[in-house]
Structure formats: C-alpha cells, structure tokens
C-alpha cells in the first residue's frame, strides 16, 4: 500500500512538473523557427497549420541547425523530434520532411507546454534504413553544392577574362583614337604649310611677270635694199 502511495505521488510530482513550467527549449525553438518569415524557403507550416515541412534539408542543417541548437546533426534533431511524440509523414518524390504532432499548431502556441518528453525506454528511434537514406540525402545535397561552387569559379574565372578582353579592347581603341587625333594634326599641319608655300610662291612670280612686262621686238638687219624688195612683193 505504502508502495502505491508513493507511486501515485511520484507520478503527480512528474504532472505537476509539466503543467507548472512551460515548454521545453527545444520547443520553443522549434515553433520561434516556423514563426520566422524569412526562414520559410526552407522550413515552414503547412496550409492547414497542423504539421511542418523541411523544403531544404541542406540550408536547414547547415545554416538553421547551428543558429537555434548549436549543431549541423540532422538526426539528432529528429531523433528529438520522435522524443516529443512528434511523427514523420510519408514522403513523397518531392524530397521534404513532414512532421505532425497533435498538440503542435501554429495557433495553438498555449499548447506546447502540454508536450513532453517521453523517457528513453519509450522513444522509438530512427530505423536504420531511414537514417541512411538521410545521409544519402545529405550527401547528395552536398555534391550538388560542390557543383554548383565548382559551376560558380567557371563563371567567375570566365567574367574575369571577358573583362581583361574588354579593357584590352577599350585600351587599344583609346590608342587607335590617340593616333587618328595625330595623323589628322599632321595633314591639317601639312595642308596649312603646302597653303603658304604656295601663296609665297604666287607672289614671287607675279612680280618677276611685273618686270618682264615690256614687249621685245626682234632686230631688223639689212639695208634699204632689202625694205625696197619687201615692199615691192608686197605690191605684188
């Protein structure tokens, strides 16, 4: 009988424990997770508000995980989640984890404090074809992020070169303009030199036509004799 007793009063020490205090932290975090708008391309709420889907398994491990439980262990999140009495949905081809719980609602937050942990004899744990189809999951995730960095250098060390490209070209166009301006200075220096040369040269010829300007008659040689014979073929 003592031994009852003191079994009932253990137990309602253990209720007693759950309704005074709230929920746990992992709880909490977890729901504060849901609520973060900006986290919703990875982790969100369904339409319905009754359960929870990981879209990105990759981001949530690696940049969710460490922010709000101070690890990138998927499993263990998980394996909390089991602990709780939260259940995971069938999966689809679309690759995303679904969790239910029946007290875990985005507008029932007064709820959480009636969740709790189950003792370790009642947890039931990942099986482990579940869990290697997380890390196959997992690792795929991480070589698609490799390619997508390796893709990423392509495309920067290309930009890279396309740039040289361009300032090479830019430069060899200032140069082409540089010598353009040159032989342009040049003709026009060379036409305004031919232009004097050629007044000058005007000039000097109409003065020399200046003084050469009185005819010349040639000389008429011979006697009176020779004028007689012309005039009288003239009259002829």
């Not at 460490?66 to 690890?71: E, Q, T």
Request: charged fraction near 25%; include cysteine; hydrophobic fraction near 30%.
């Amino acid at each position: 009988m003592y031994l009852f007793n003191g079994l009932n009063n253990t137990i309602y020490m253990r209720s007693k424990k759950y309704s005074s205090h709230g929920p746990t932290t992992f709880l909490k975090n977890t729901y504060e997770i849901l609520n973060n708008q900006s986290l919703n391309s990875i982790i969100r709420w369904t339409e319905d508000g009754g359960s929870f889907v990981i879209t990105d398994i990759y981001n949530f491990t690696n940049s969710v995980l460490p922010k709000y439980f101070k690890h990138k262990n998927l499993s263990s999140f998980i394996r909390q989640l089991n602990m709780y009495g939260f259940s995971k949905e069938k999966e689809d081809e679309s690759q995303m984890l679904e969790f239910t719980h029946p007290l875990f609602h985005r507008d029932k937050k007064q709820l959480l404090k009636e969740i709790h942990r189950k003792s370790n004899e009642a947890v039931g744990f990942l099986k482990k074809g579940e869990i290697e189809d997380l890390a196959l999951r997992l690792k795929r995730f991480q070589s698609q992020q490799v390619s997508m960095e390796t893709m990423l250098e392509c495309l920067e060390t290309q930009y890279s070169q396309v740039l040289e490209q361009n300032q090479f070209l830019i430069s060899e166009l200032f140069q082409s303009k540089q010598r353009e301006k040159e032989i342009e200075m040049f003709l026009q220096n060379f036409t305004q030199q031919t232009k004097v040369g050629v007044q000058s040269m005007g000039i000097v010829d109409q003065s020399s036509l200046l003084l050469d300007i009185e005819p010349h008659y040639p000389e008429l040689e011979g006697n009176d004799e020779d004028c007689e014979n012309f005039d009288e073929f003239s009259n002829d």
